[in-house]
């Protein structure tokens, strides 16, 4: 996977690209990152990036020649040709104008072989590069960055977890909060896997001491009987889930919950209801 990331600020990410998972995937060239210097695509003495938008307005934008520039010096193929070929190859536009970027995304983009990142400064980018040049529009949350330099360095982080060889345990981004497809069931009905959180915030975790402060492990986790284990933690997940992520319950974005998720959710749904 190679990661190209268009910026005015290259020296942000050496910290970034140097630590855990990031570095390991590079050494063992899972995946290539390399930084560009929008400055360089300028054509003045003063390498101008930016410029006042037509009609006025508070703050400067990103001008679209030194972007197009960019991108087209890096082989990438026009939009629509992208677009029809189905190149596996992608240009995103960092934005607070966005799509909402989320863990199925992550999983679209590393279906990509070379993915552009333009990090959006001051008061945005011309929208000539979000229609004409970049093939989508993403967004980290609801919330104002300075630019859009922590946005790329975390879905760089987000999809290298997903290519293959990147993580220890090839098992472990299955078994991740928000993963969707991780469905597969037993019999009961629950998920085979003790881990498998199907899209819900992931279950609690407990580690030795087995007693600490006066706080014990819970005994479910102790006796090794591990039907009552999976039982637990698929409560624990939806309970979770529905006290910090009320919204991930909603069938469009965790998916048809089992009749026995519904059960215990009604339970945890009365006992907060007697706990008002």
Sequence with gaps: MKFDIVTIFPGFFEGPLQFGIIRRAREAKLIEVDLHDLREHTKDRHRTVDDRPFGGGEGMVL????????????GYAPREERMKT??????????????????????????????????????????????????????????????????????????????????GNEASGRMESFTPGASEESRS????ST?????????????RPAEFRGIAVPEVLMDGDHAKIREWRRRKALEKTLH??????????????????????????RENGRKA
């Design 189 to 192: 009905g629950l998920p085979v």
């Design 63 to 74: 001008k679209p020649e030194p972007l197009f520039e960019c991108i087209e010096s890096l």
């Design 244 to 269: 910090n992520r009320p919204d991930l319950i909603e069938p469009t974005t965790v998916g048809k919950l089992s009749s026995e998720d519904e059960k215990i959710l009604e339970e945890l749904r």
């Design 86 to 167: 189905g190149a596996k190859e992608s240009v995103v536009l960092l934005s607070a104008q966005g799509r909402m970027f989320d863990q199925q995304m992550a999983q679209e983009l590393a279906g990509f072989g070379r993915i552009a990142f333009i990090c959006g400064r001051y008061e945005g980018v011309d929208e000539r590069v979000a229609a004409h040049l970049a093939d989508r529009e993403v967004s980290i949350g609801n919330f104002v960055l300075s630019g859009g330099e922590l946005g790329a360095a975390l879905i760089v982080d987000a999809v290298t977890r997903l290519l293959p060889g990147a993580l």
């Design 195 to 207: 881990c498998n959180t199907g899209g819900l915030l992931d279950y609690p975790h407990y580690t």
